[in-house]
């Protein structure tokens, strides 16, 4: 059944939309849109969802300016665990001050994906920025090892994964570089079976009164955060600075699954050689919960595609976290491919990072070192394309996905 549709989406061209039609050729008049056609193979090896075969296709339309504004994806796709998946994700963006991002995705059993966000920085004279992001997913690849940084494999367990909720946010400039953004979270949380055979359930070995959370929970927390950039583009930079500052309270009283305090600092650089051929990466970043039976996805985790990229989602759970991320990216050539302009890039990378009861508790024997190395295609100004393999302790890992890790 995979393999017939797989076969369908294998075709890339350059064509025009006109008001007659599509044409192959460039019409001698104005008014067409030009749209490229780029097939791409999917092969991942996640360490939640295993091997994950499939195929997807690339529709990118371009304005008279041949710039890339809407990229639409179509994807198909098959895990052992889930079965076939498809998933259609797209973005659209008209302008710097304007994005609309959208994903829709659906496996014969379990995991579904339901995401739209949306970013509006035209208010105030462009000084105020509205962020928005509706979600609902089901996971049915999750883990829990336990808490603290020295986890072993032998506790690994697995359970499905559903959320629901909002992200909404207003960043108000201050000056050039300046950021105030205040926002509020809201999410509910129901742990149900999960989808992994040979992986025990997580209430065959944990129960509420040792994992807050596995019941299920609805929160809500306010956000005030202070940032302070000189990135040259907020999608794919090549130079400048970005540091931000964030807490973030929750409180029983409004809503919240408890009372509990979320503490976050982080700063990422970029140094640019040779016209921006050679671009050194890095960021730093330590995050911090307090408070009294915090849900377990509530606390400070690491693991996943942009964080420890040699472990799984949510692999590392405590009250803390210390991460840091440095890579090399390499523009090994520019190419255009059916008419779009690309940057290819090599990425080797080096994570680092622990989660910890605090940060005067840390010990460096915690720490996990996870080398490997970035597969890019990079359409400037928004588009990023990316294959990521990075080792850890217990094996390498796979990820496929769309924007820069940091």
């Excluded at 306010?222 to 500052?245: C, E, F, H, K, Q």
């Excluded at 991460?323 to 994570?351: H, K, Q, S």
């Excluded at 394309?385 to 940091?406: I, M, Q, S, T």
Aim: hydrophobic content about 35%; overall charge negative.
């Amino acid at each position: 059944m995979l393999l017939p549709c797989i076969l369908l989406l294998l075709g890339g061209c350059t064509s025009y939309i006109t008001p007659h039609g599509i044409a192959e050729t460039p019409p001698s008049t104005d008014g067409a849109t030009k749209l490229v056609t780029i097939p791409l193979p999917i092969i991942a090896a996640s360490p939640n969802e295993g091997m994950t075969t499939g195929a997807l296709t690339a529709f990118l339309l371009h304005n008279s300016k041949d710039e890339v504004t809407t990229l639409l994806a179509p994807q198909l796709n098959h895990t052992d665990a889930f079965g076939t998946t498809a998933s259609f994700y797209g973005a659209y963006y008209p302008t710097a001050e304007h994005s609309l991002e959208i994903n829709l995705s659906r496996s014969e059993k379990i995991n579904e994906d339901y995401e739209l966000k949306l970013r509006e920085s035209s208010f105030l004279n462009n000084k105020l920025e509205l962020n928005l992001h509706l979600f609902g997913f089901t996971d049915g690849s999750a883990r829990f090892f336990g808490f603290e940084a020295r986890t072993i494999r032998q506790q690994e367990t697995n359970y499905g994964d559903r959320e629901r909720g909002s992200n909404i946010s207003l960043g108000y400039d201050i000056g050039h570089h300046l950021q105030l953004t205040v926002g509020e979270r809201f999410r509910t949380v129901s742990i149900g079976a999960g989808a992994i055979s040979g992986v025990p359930s997580i209430r065959s070995r944990f129960d509420e009164s040792s994992v807050p959370g596995i019941d299920g929970f609805t929160t809500q927390a306010v956000r005030a955060s202070l940032s302070y950039s000189t990135l040259d583009n907020r999608d794919t930079p090549t130079y400048g600075g970005y540091t931000r500052i964030t807490f973030e309270p929750t409180l029983r009283a409004v809503g919240g699954a408890g009372d509990y305090r979320h503490y976050e600092i982080e700063t990422k650089g970029y140094i640019p050689l040779d016209h921006a051929r050679y671009i050194s990466v890095f960021r730093l970043m330590y995050n911090q919960t307090r408070g009294e039976n915090v849900p377990f996805l509530e606390q400070s985790i690491l693991g996943g595609e942009n964080s420890l990229r040699g472990y799984g989602r949510n692999r590392f759970i405590d009250n803390s976290f210390l991460l840091c991320n440095i890579e090399e990216r390499i523009r090994l050539f520019r190419w255009e491919v059916f008419g779009v302009t690309a940057d290819w890039e090599l990425a080797p990378f080096l994570d680092m990072g622990a989660v910890m009861e605090s940060l005067a508790k840390g010990n460096s024997s915690n720490f996990e070192l996870n080398p490997g190395l970035g597969f890019r295609a990079v359409v400037r100004p928004n588009i990023v394309g990316r294959l990521d393999v990075g080792v850890g302790k217990e094996g390498p890992a796979v990820f496929v996905g769309l924007g820069y890790p940091f």
